[in-house]
């Protein structure tokens, strides 16, 4: 028997003519959609019924000729002979991927068979209709063990704009099955709208954070998608001013900071430009006005600033910024660091920076300048807040060229960093027996 006679034997006839019937249905409840009449549930496509018979169409397909690529054969010669077969089965494949039955896996590995043999366009432009015709918990949590085939017959048969309504945990845990989705499209002469369209979708996503650098199939997806720059213009803008204004946020740990830090530093035109202006902008609108009756620094409390772990997450913070900023924008990184500190525009700072000549802690002695003489100065506003933090993170040696110029300068810094070596040019001896018996308890 050839391979042709078997092809059109009673069983194939059958399949035929149910996969011909299956996309009457599935073009009627496109024109109904289209003139929105009767495309909800009163329509059949919506009904058990219909699904029954789009999963016994697939089922009967897979019994009859084993795997995809040959089961798309077959369609194509059944398609001659009944018109509408071939678009009638993948229609019924896409709709039995969103039933809720033991089947799923396996047709959604089938999906992906398709697209691989065939072309993803096939599934985007014809399995989708029947996708769309049936919502389903369960594709969006599918089982742990077969997570990236059906993310990615999900993705396939919706298209790029179902990734917007999937959440960001589903992302994180299907970049492999999201390559593989970027990279079929991609491929597929036929299928250019549809990739601009992901790429579209997923540069909006990346302000979201869903695709960190630091996943090495995430940076294989961005390189995909993006090129060479591995983070958009637009993602940048949004973390550098996030950064600004979470600089005091204490939810924001320290890790997720310099991971933004990470993301910004994989666009070196972004840096060069943009990255101080955006930074000291959102640090500005996360504290309001200074006119606002409420003090712009009101997180920082008395309380607070009692608390070393407050401090520790700033100064982290502030030492990992200084850093970046200092690497990427060496020029510029601490004008826009003393413009944010003492709450000044960008060119006052550049005017304080050139009073100092060429201090590179001109911004530490600028803030201990403002430290009274007196030894039991209280540090209610957030200049102190900002001077300990940059005290906390900095070397002996930074210390000592900050702190020499008088005692009330040593006595606040030892206060803040615990480090001995601050006292040792103490002029005030007496202060300095004071301050020893008193850390011993005496």
């Known amino acids: 028997m050839t391979a042709r006679t078997f092809h059109c ?22 024109q109904a959609f289209q003139l929105r009449k009767n495309h909800d549930k009163n329509h059949l496509l919506q009904g058990q019924a219909f699904a029954d018979r789009c999963l016994a169409a697939v089922l009967e397909a897979a019994n009859l000729f084993g795997d995809e690529q040959s089961i798309c054969s077959v369609m194509a010669d059944l398609n001659t002979a009944f018109p509408g077969a071939g678009s009638g089965y993948l229609a019924a494949l896409g709709l039995s991927c969103g039933l809720d039955h033991v089947q799923q896996p ?17 599934i985007a432009s014809q399995a989708r209709e029947g996708y769309h015709s049936k919502y389903c918990a369960s594709r969006q949590f599918p089982t742990e063990a077969t997570w990236s085939d059906q ?55 990346l302000k979201n954070g869903n695709f960190p650098v630091v996943d090495a199939h995430c940076r294989a997806l961005r390189q995909l998608v993006m090129g060479s720059v591995l983070t958009s213009i637009v993602e940048c803008n949004e973390i550098a001013q996030n950064l600004g204004g979470n600089l005091e946020n204490r939810s924001v740990s320290v890790g997720a900071f310099n991971q933004d830090l990470l993301t910004l530093s994989l666009n070196p035109d972004y840096l060069a430009v943009a990255v101080g202006p955006d930074i000291l902008q959102g640090y500005r609108e996360s504290h309001g006005f200074a006119g ?3 003090p712009p620094f009101e997180v920082f409390t008395h309380r607070d600033q009692k ?15 200084a850093d970046f900023l200092g690497k990427h924008i060496p020029q510029q990184g601490d004008l826009f660091l003393g413009a944010m500190i003492l709450d000044i525009p960008v060119g006052e700072a550049l005017r304080l920076k050139q009073a100092h000549g060429s201090d590179e802690m001109w911004l530490h002695r600028k803030l201990m300048g403002l430290v009274d003489k007196r030894i039991d100065y209280k540090d209610m506003d957030k200049a102190m807040v900002y001077l300990k933090a940059l005290l906390m993170a ?12 008088h005692d009330a300068a040593r006595v606040f810094a ?19 027996a004071n301050i020893l018996q008193s850390d011993i308890g005496l």
């Open 9 to 30: 034997s009673p069983q194939a006839r059958e399949l035929g003519e149910a996969c011909a019937s299956i996309n009457e249905v599935v073009s009627q409840y496109r």
């Open 106 to 122: 396996r047709i959604l590995e089938r999906v992906t068979e398709v697209a691989r043999s065939m072309g993803s366009s096939l």
């Open 151 to 205: 993310t990615l017959g999900y993705l396939l048969l919706n298209g790029p704009e179902c990734l917007l309504y999937n959440s960001k945990l589903n992302h994180q845990q299907n970049f492999v099955g999201m390559l593989d989705f970027y990279s079929l499209i991609s491929a597929d002469a036929d299928n250019h709208q549809e990739f601009s369209k992901a790429v579209a979708t997923f540069e909006a996503l």
């Open 292 to 294: 606002d009756d409420l």
């Open 307 to 321: 608390d070393p772990k407050v401090l520790k997450g700033l100064s982290d913070k502030l030492a990992a910024l």
């Open 394 to 405: 900095a070397t002996t040696e930074q210390l000592l060229q900050v702190c020499n110029h």
């Open 414 to 432: 030892y206060q803040v960093t615990g480090n001995y070596a601050i006292l040792n040019n103490m002029e005030n001896e007496h202060l300095l």
